[in-house]
Nanobody, 124 residues
């Protein structure tokens, strides 16, 4: 098992940036990782995912080049750099991970391990 702890959320003005971090409790290189978000009254939404090597990434359609997912295996950490933030990006952001192969990293049901979430609020 692996425990995930997100950090880096907060309040930012529209157009600003935040970097979210997801720290794993153990060696993380054998896990795929993803970020999802959930706004009040809405379903959980795929944001980004990254392969074990970091060589393959996917993004939700709404990202449009504004966010970048990355990982540092030495630090057992996955990052989500968010730029040009908009009020509609306001949500709780969750980190997720899974060690299995052959599953779609863009689907929330793929992931067995989840962090507790970090709030991102973008003011207009």
């Amino acid at each position: 098992q692996v425990q995930l702890v997100e950090s880096g959320g907060g309040l930012v003005q529209a157009g600003g940036s935040l970097r979210l971090s997801c720290a794993a409790s153990r060696a993380f290189s054998s896990y795929i990782a993803g970020w999802f978000r959930q706004a009040p009254g809405k379903e959980r939404e795929f944001v980004a995912s990254i392969s074990r090597s970091g060589g393959t990434t996917y993004y939700g359609d709404f990202v449009k080049g504004r966010f970048t997912i990355s990982r540092d295996s030495a630090k057992n950490t996955v990052y989500l750099q968010m730029n040009s933030l908009k009020p509609e990006d306001t949500a709780v952001y969750y980190c997720a991970a899974d060690s299995r192969y052959g599953y779609d990293s863009r689907r929330s049901r793929t992931y067995a391990y989840w962090g507790q979430g970090t709030q991102v609020t973008v003011s207009s």
